[in-house]
T-cell receptor, first 117, second 111 residues
Framework: GAVVSQHPSWVICKSGTSVKIECRSL??????MFWYRQFPKQSLMLMAT?????????EQGVEKDKFLINHASLTLSTLTVTSAHPEDSSFYIC?????????????FGPGTRLTVL | RKEVEQDPGPFNVPEGATVAFNCTYS??????FFWYRQDCRKEPKLLMS???SGNEDGRFTAQLNRASQYISLLIRDSKLSDSATYLC????????????FGAGTRLAVHP
C-alpha cells in the first residue's frame, strides 16, 4: 500500500518556539494532503486541507497564522506550529490522497507527538 | 450535536465473543463511510469501507442504514489482537475527501 511518512515522530520544545513537522508521500504523488490534530481520548480533528501550489484551506477555529502550512511539492507538505504553547501539545497526523474522488483512500502518516513545556 | 457519534465504551469481551459497535452521523448528504482502527498512540488505519448493501471482510461485517443515518460494525470470534479503538468515519459535506471522525469506541479483548 501507499506509504506516508512524518518527521519528527515526536518533539519536545519550550513555550514560544516554533516547530516544523514534515509529511511526505513516499511512493505516490499526493493531490491533496490533510493535517489533523488529536487530543487525548478525543477524535481526530481536521485542521486544514493542503493542495500543492495553492494556499491551504483551514477549518473553522484554526488560526492560519499560528499553523503555517506549506505544500511545496506533490510529495511534501509541512506544518509549522509558530510560538507554540502548552495547549498546542497534541498528536499531529497528516494524510495524503492520490485521487480526487471522495471514495479515494486517505493514507495516514504515523503522527508526530508534540509536547510544549 | 456531534457530526459523528459513537459510544466510547470500553467494551470488555472475552476471546471468541461477538461484539457490535454503532455509530450515527448527522449529515444526510454524506456519501462515503468507513471504519478505521486506531491502536494506542498510533495513526488510524482503514479497516473497511461501508457500503449501502452491507459488506463483510472475514470476521468483520459493516452495515449502513442511510434512512436512520446509522452505521454498524460487527466483529465475530474476537481475537486479542482486535483490542483497539474503532473509529467511525464519514466524509463531510462540501469537500471531497474531507473526513469527519467519531471519537471512537474502545474494545478490549481478554483471554
Amino acid at each position: 500500500g501507499a506509504v506516508v511518512s512524518q518527521h519528527p515522530s515526536w518533539v519536545i520544545c519550550k513555550s514560544g518556539t516554533s516547530v516544523k513537522i514534515e509529511c511526505r508521500s513516499l511512493d505516490f504523488q499526493a493531490t491533496t494532503m490533510f493535517w489533523y490534530r488529536q487530543f487525548p481520548k478525543q477524535s481526530l480533528m481536521l485542521m486544514a486541507t493542503s493542495n500543492e501550489g495553492s494556499k491551504a484551506t483551514y477549518e473553522q477555529g484554526v488560526e492560519k497564522d499560528k499553523f503555517l502550512i506549506n505544500h511545496a511539492s506533490l510529495t511534501l507538505s509541512t506544518l509549522t506550529v509558530t510560538s507554540a504553547h502548552p495547549e498546542d501539545s497534541s498528536f499531529y497526523i497528516c494524510s495524503a490522497v492520490r485521487g480526487v474522488h471522495s471514495t479515494d483512500t486517505q493514507y495516514f502518516g504515523p503522527g508526530t507527538r508534540l509536547t510544549v513545556l | 450535536r456531534k457530526e459523528v457519534e459513537q459510544d466510547p465504551g470500553p467494551f470488555n469481551v472475552p476471546e471468541g465473543a461477538t461484539v457490535a459497535f454503532n455509530c450515527t452521523y448527522s449529515n444526510s448528504a454524506s456519501q462515503s463511510f468507513f471504519w478505521y482502527r486506531q491502536d494506542c498512540r498510533k495513526e488510524p488505519k482503514l479497516l473497511m469501507s461501508v457500503y449501502s448493501s452491507g459488506n463483510e471482510d472475514g470476521r468483520f461485517t459493516a452495515q449502513l442504514n442511510r434512512a436512520s443515518q446509522y452505521i454498524s460494525l460487527l466483529i465475530r470470534d474476537s481475537k486479542l489482537s482486535d483490542s483497539a479503538t474503532y473509529l467511525c468515519v464519514v466524509n463531510g459535506a462540501g469537500g471531497y475527501n474531507k473526513l469527519i471522525f467519531g471519537a471512537g469506541t474502545r474494545l478490549a479483548v481478554h483471554p
